[in-house]
């Protein structure tokens, strides 16, 4: 079954509310996602609230052209944040959760290899003004911290500081589940990638043939 997008009745309600009142400098509606796993809502681990935006005046609101991780950007106003949260419900079994996420980390490996060889043009309008505070604080850290740390030594600490800190281990099995395979197995297979990938390309003379090479490799047309 596919993953399902629910509007919570406290959200339709919330905007039914306030969409007429918005005035016209509101460009754009950031959400709270509620994320349903294995039928289990995962509270802990920085997992709730994930501010997302998700509503946006007709003509104000683009998606980031990026090969992961892209976000809503809206433009010639501010966002706003919703209090009641929209459901993500994963209703697909974990061979294709796997799947998804291993597609995923070839995408992602791509755009960190393309920040550190510049192979083509990179998308870089997310600011906590265009979307929400919470994405452009995360990409920020990811981008100038995580990346520049040995992946072996990023995924650990980034899984610890989820599951322990982050209070992860609450959300029971279902969320070691979670936890272990979003916030570690995944985060390692985008370093290996990296790594796997860094190594068929970096000897290469030009950033042409480098993404040549990385298209052939991924199977992504670069």
Do not use: C
């Amino acid at each position: 079954m596919p993953t399902v997008q629910v509007i919570e009745p406290e959200l339709a309600r919330e905007i039914g509310e306030k969409l007429l009142r918005l005035g016209p400098d509101v460009a754009g509606i950031n959400l709270k996602r509620k994320h349903i796993f294995l039928g289990r809502f995962i509270r802990h681990g920085g997992r709730y609230p994930l501010v997302l935006t998700r509503i946006w005046r007709r003509g104000q609101g683009r998606v980031e052209n990026r090969w992961m991780d892209e976000h809503v950007i809206v433009q010639g106003g501010r966002t706003v944040l919703f209090d009641n949260p929209f459901s993500d419900h994963n209703r697909h079994d974990l061979g294709y959760f796997t799947d998804k996420h291993n597609k995923y980390a070839t995408r992602e490996a791509v755009d960190v290899l393309n920040r550190r060889y510049r192979l083509f043009a990179e998308d870089a309008g997310l600011t906590h003004e265009a979307s929400s505070w919470q994405a452009s604080a995360k990409r920020l850290i990811k981008e100038r911290i995580y990346n520049r740390i040995p992946f072996p030594i990023s995924t650990l600490g980034y899984f610890l500081f989820r599951y322990v800190f982050q209070f992860g281990f609450l959300d029971g099995r279902e969320g070691l589940i979670y936890h272990f395979l979003q916030g570690y197995w995944y985060r390692f297979l985008v370093g290996a990638k990296v790594l796997e990938f860094d190594r068929a390309i970096r000897k290469l003379p030009s950033a042409d043939e480098k993404r040549q090479a990385l298209a052939r490799l991924t199977g992504l047309a670069l």
